[in-house]
């Protein structure tokens, strides 16, 4: 039996590229012999005091509190709960088209078995430090004008075979997802390799 791989998912909550991005990996993990584990990162640390379009900015603005309260839920329960509570929150977000709130919060939390007062942290500062922390650690090895879907995976020698993506749409499902995963692994894990890129042609659907 193969050892199990364990890659590591840098997502921010309400990024929808990372959503599908993790969404394909636990495709993955039912073909392959992968595991995910799940990291905070957040899109609004990451562009703070940068020049964006004026539409991101006020998009970003709004959207602070999710990565606070995951990585409040992290640091009060555990790793483990990040990937039930991602699933619990993206799937109301990036599915059902819900909104960005407290109340969306919380729901995802109950579902998750954690409690409601985590959604608390959405408006503190107090774990900004610690994201920014999280965002470097994800960033470091890959650079740092990319973002999410940042995935780290271990290399055959003991490195870190770390980039940005894949950006895919729709998730690629069963067998589809392996076939990907493995084309990934061969072209990330060949020294040198930095981009295969086309236009996005299609709209974001998960």
């Known amino acids: 039996m193969n050892e199990v791989k364990t890659v590591d998912l840098w997502f921010d ?19 392959r012999e992968v595991r995910t584990r799940f990291h905070v990162f957040s899109l ?4 703070e005091g940068r020049e964006v379009d004026a539409w991101y900015r006020t998009w970003l ?17 555990g790793n483990e709960v990040l990937r039930d509570f991602y699933t619990a929150f993206g799937t109301r977000v990036h599915r059902d088209q819900a909104p960005v709130d407290r109340t969306t919060l919380e729901a995802a939390l109950a579902e998750a078995g954690l409690p409601a007062a985590l959604a608390d942290a959405a408006g503190s500062t107090e774990f900004d430090a610690d994201l920014l922390k999280s965002n470097r650690a994800a960033l470091d090895p890959i650079g740092e004008d990319l973002g999410v879907p940042a995935l780290h995976l271990p290399g055959e020698d003991g490195s870190v075979n770390a980039f940005f993506g894949p950006v895919v749409s729709p998730v690629p499902r069963g067998e589809d997802a392996g076939r990907l995963w493995d084309g990934v692994v061969l072209v990330t894990g060949t020294e040198g390799f930095f981009e295969l890129k086309r236009g996005r042609g299609r709209p974001v659907t998960s």
């Open 13 to 31: 909550p309400v990024c929808p590229w990372a959503w599908i991005g993790s969404r394909w990996l636990l495709e993955v993990e039912q073909v």
């Open 44 to 47: 609004a640390v990451h562009n």
């Open 61 to 77: 603005d709004e959207r602070w509190g999710p990565a606070r309260v995951a990585l409040a839920a992290e640091r009060a329960h």
